[in-house]
């Protein structure tokens, strides 16, 4: 071998094992994070009990929580996880496709090295030093800069030839110019007229130029999201130029992005979701199937009730309609194929069934609209009067209608095929009653905690992860005690995306509200539209097409903060406008051309395209006159709230 071959695989070696350590690292370190998450809570819960407390816990997890959404985010970067529009699936040419991807790439590489120099800035600035268990807040706050850098790097690394990386290290230079304002503060001090010249006079001129190309910028970064470019990227740099053009403080994001990444409530998302996943990768999903059969078998379209519940179940937890038609899709086809059941109406019923149990607790969309909502009134200086729970109980009875619509479109399209009831057998329904207990008490456990006014969402979250993996690994044990790590990190990227965007939409919020950009919309819409049936009726329209191209977290949060101040002016209840909001976007899933859940479906089926959509269609008409119902009828979102 020559010596130019030996010394290129023993570079390729040493890189690979540089990886591995640092993916190694990050994998325990995000291990861990998750782990006291939901340790910390459920170990203070029943010190509670003994009028016992840990020092200082809110503080250590919300900074741990920090941890956890920057790691998670460089695990998502990793595996090439971050949330998306793809659009540019779309286009023939790979030539095209291949561009478009280096654009986005290289416009991420920009903003996330701005983004380090600004996280470094906050840190010496804006955190003190103070003690957080035993280490300083700094410590916790170099997650930031890390997080950013190391996602900026790998996008470099993903990139094919040589002369790209050599191209996105150079756009790195590029942004660190750009970020001459936070490495002006971080070398000469908060002063502005310490900074020497010719610096002085650049940074002048890098905010005349923010506030100059500002529009352009945007609707560039708006294109390329749709192209590709990772949401969360989009939605920071458009936060970051609107902040700097209107001459904010550099590090002015980066707070917004802390302050989302150490709020107490969200910090049940990834709880949340964790216990989705041990759900869905345990066979917890099987014993369900069972016993539901057996208890509604015995009546004509027993099999579709169980069915919906089933999905409404899972979707509760996972907060993802796809994730339960991954898991979920393969045995309930199964079942409904047994009971001769078409093809047709199976796969439509299940596609349709996935988004249900987004109205039902504890549904991660239902915490970001209520969490979103309650940050953009208090960034308008509006009076805050609903709660994470009060969203929760405004929910119920749009969910309810839903499940219920749902399982009466099913024996509707279903009623022309003679099905067998199965005879009901009382020891086979004890039995499966006895297998299932545990996944059934589960729900129960933790709405009546957290109705009851017994377990804060922290402590719900904690004790759900608690509780599930007692179950599943200890008692059912289906899943080994050494796997335990494997489904908390196949959980991380989803963990990762998610989190990821809801810090830059944080940002973007602020920045929204700073530039008075909601407010003179507002006026515009109300001078243009004057009756708010009309203003609800293009809401619906609009947010469709937003469920059919975005994902529903990255929805919620980008577009609240221009609908809320809208929704004050028509004087439309925040609660109810967050419902029509998770009902409106999860049709949008199920609305061709582009629904997300009906790709998922034609995978999961392995079902050409258009086929699911003609199977789909007659629950997607169904949907949508609930999405009317409950647009048009606020007091099905409101009455049960006003009794609390």
Known sequence: ????????????????????????????????????????????????????????????????????????????????????????????????????????????????????WDSICFIKYAMMGKKIGFMSDRIYGI??????AVIMVRFILKLHSPCDKIIASAVFLLGCIAALPAIAKIFWGLESHNTPEPFFSWINHLYDAAAFINVPVIILLIIAGFAGMPIFAAIGGIALIMLQAAGREPETAVIQIFSALTDADLIAIPLFTLTGFFLSESKAGERLVS??????????????????????FFTSFTGASGVTI?????????????NKYSER?????????????????????????????????????????????????GALVPGFILVLVTIIAGLVLSSKVKIQTEKFNGRNALRSLKESFFEILLPIILVLGYFTGFLTLIEVSAVSVVYVIIVEVFIKKDILFKD????????????????????????????????????SFSFWMQGAIKSKYVFLLLLNFALLVLGCIMDIFSAIL??????????????????????????????GFLTPPVGMNLFLASYRFNKPFMQVCGYVSPFLLVRLAVVLLVTYLPWLSTWLVKLF
């Open 1 to 116: 071998m020559s010596d130019k071959n030996s010394n290129l695989v023993s570079a390729s070696l040493t890189r690979l094992k540089n990886e591995f350590k640092l993916s190694w690292i990050e994998n325990v370190i995000c291990f861990s994070a998750l782990s006291l998450l939901a340790l910390v809570p459920f170990v203070e819960l029943i010190l509670h009990q003994f009028k016992l407390t840990i020092p200082g816990s809110t503080l250590i997890l919300i900074h741990i929580f920090l941890v956890t959404g920057f790691f998670a985010a460089m695990i998502t970067a990793r595996s090439g996880e971050h949330i998306s529009i793809t659009a540019v699936q779309y286009i023939k040419k790979d030539n095209i496709k291949k561009t478009l991807v280096f654009i986005c790439v290289l416009i991420s590489v920009f903003l996330l090295s701005i983004f380090v």
């Open 143 to 148: 997650a930031m800069p890390l997080g950013f």
């Open 291 to 312: 016993a539901f059969k057996i208890f509604f078998g015995w009546m004509p379209g027993g099999i579709i009730i169980a069915t919906v519940i089933i999905c409404a």
């Open 326 to 338: 991954l898991a979920l899709g393969g045995i309930l086809y199964t079942i409904l194929n047994e």
């Open 345 to 393: 109406f199976s796969i439509g019923l299940l596609t349709s069934s996935g988004g249900i149990g987004l109205l039902f607790p504890p549904s991660l969309p239902i915490i970001l609209v209520a969490s979103s909502t309650n940050t953009i009134l208090h960034f308008m200086n509006l009076p805050i009067d609903n709660t994470i729970i009060h969203y929760f109980i």
């Open 484 to 519: 335990i790590p494997k489904v908390f990190l196949k959980a991380v990227p989803i963990i990762g995306g998610i989190l990821a965007i809801l810090a830059m939409a944080k940002a973007l919020s602020y920045a929204f509200i700073d530039s008075g950009v909601p407010e």
């Open 558 to 587: 980008v577009f609240l903060p221009l609908i809320v101040p809208l929704g004050c002016a028509y004087g439309i209840d925040p609660v109810h406008l967050g419902i029509i909001f998770v009902v409106n976007l999860e049709a």
